[in-house]
């Protein structure tokens, strides 16, 4: 077996658009694979450690959107660096003192393997712990966004969400979306690449243009 990586060999962070970290890893659901998710959209998350509070909210969070982010082909995958004793004991507590099931599977991951793969572990804030991260990978196993961060503060699950809607209405179409773009707004338009293309971008009455280079469609 390769011996374990210390921190100055640890891998850089990956890079968005190319293919994720490949992992196999024991979770609350048995072995899992990045292969596993393949078809699906997989929102992957990491939190700094089990009984924890900031953690502690966010699962529930992500639990109850979980529903949501299914009818989106997507799979939430949680991780940590504690063992699955510690995990399925946390899901326990979770479900006995806030009434909330925690059913997607998280990973248990005490050699930091996966923790490192996906630069999850940050000196600056801890040399045991995973920061908060947040991946979304694509069904071809290509890392779409990646967002950290601090130990100190929750995420907002919504925008992950809304993050995920975003990236796939720009696969389907071939297309931008402005800051805070939800379901149903006007989507941006590629800036045409030549001056003929910006002189017919001004007449086209199917978009709304502002300038050549900045218009928006309704889908």
């Not at 998350?45 to 502690?56: E, G, W």
């Given at each position: 077996?390769?011996?374990?990586?210390?921190?100055?060999?640890?891998?850089?962070?990956?890079?968005?658009?190319?293919?994720?970290?490949?992992?196999?890893?024991?979770?609350?659901?048995?072995?899992?694979?990045?292969?596993?998710?393949?078809?699906?959209?997989?929102?992957?998350?990491?939190?700094?450690?089990?009984?924890?509070?900031v953690c502690t909210t966010e699962f529930m969070a992500f639990?109850?959107?979980?529903?949501?982010?299914?009818?989106?082909?997507?799979?939430?995958?949680?991780?940590?660096?504690?063992?699955?004793?510690?995990?399925?004991?946390?899901?326990?507590?979770?479900?006995?003192?806030?009434?909330?099931?925690?059913r997607f599977p998280i990973i248990a991951d005490l050699k930091?393997?996966?923790?490192?793969?996906?630069?999850?572990?940050?000196?600056?804030?801890?040399?045991?712990?995973?920061?908060?991260?947040t991946f979304i990978i694509d069904p071809e196993g290509i890392?779409?966004?990646?967002?950290?961060?601090?130990?100190?503060?929750?995420?907002?699950?919504?925008?992950?969400?809304?993050?995920?809607?975003?990236?796939?209405?720009?696969?389907?179409?071939?297309?931008?979306?402005?800051?805070?773009?939800?379901?149903?707004?006007?989507?941006?338009?590629?800036?045409?690449?030549?001056?003929?293309?910006?002189?017919?971008?001004?007449?086209?009455?199917?978009?709304?243009?502002?300038?050549?280079?900045?218009?928006?469609?309704?889908?």
């Amino acid at each position: 077996m390769e011996q374990e990586m210390t921190q100055s060999q640890t891998p850089g962070i990956p890079r968005i658009n190319e293919p994720a970290p490949d992992f196999r890893a024991p979770t609350t659901a048995g072995e899992l694979s990045l292969s596993d998710f393949r078809g699906k959209w997989l929102v992957l998350f990491s939190h700094p450690a089990d009984f924890t509070p900031v953690c502690t909210t966010e699962f529930m969070a992500f639990a109850k959107a979980q529903d949501d982010f299914e009818k989106l082909n997507a799979q939430l995958l949680g991780l940590s660096i504690d063992s699955t004793h510690s995990h399925i004991a946390w899901i326990r507590s979770i479900k006995e003192n806030f009434g909330v099931d925690i059913r997607f599977p998280i990973i248990a991951d005490l050699k930091m393997e996966v923790a490192k793969a996906y630069g999850m572990i940050h000196e600056g804030a801890s040399d045991t712990s995973a920061v908060r991260a947040t991946f979304i990978i694509d069904p071809e196993g290509i890392l779409k966004a990646m967002v950290y961060y601090p130990m100190t503060n929750g995420r907002s699950i919504p925008e992950f969400l809304r993050l995920l809607q975003s990236l796939q209405t720009s696969e389907q179409y071939g297309v931008a979306t402005p800051e805070g773009w939800q379901p149903g707004d006007k989507v941006i338009v590629p800036p045409p690449a030549t001056v003929k293309d910006a002189e017919e971008r001004l007449q086209n009455k199917d978009y709304e243009v502002t300038d050549w280079y900045f218009s928006k469609k309704s889908l």
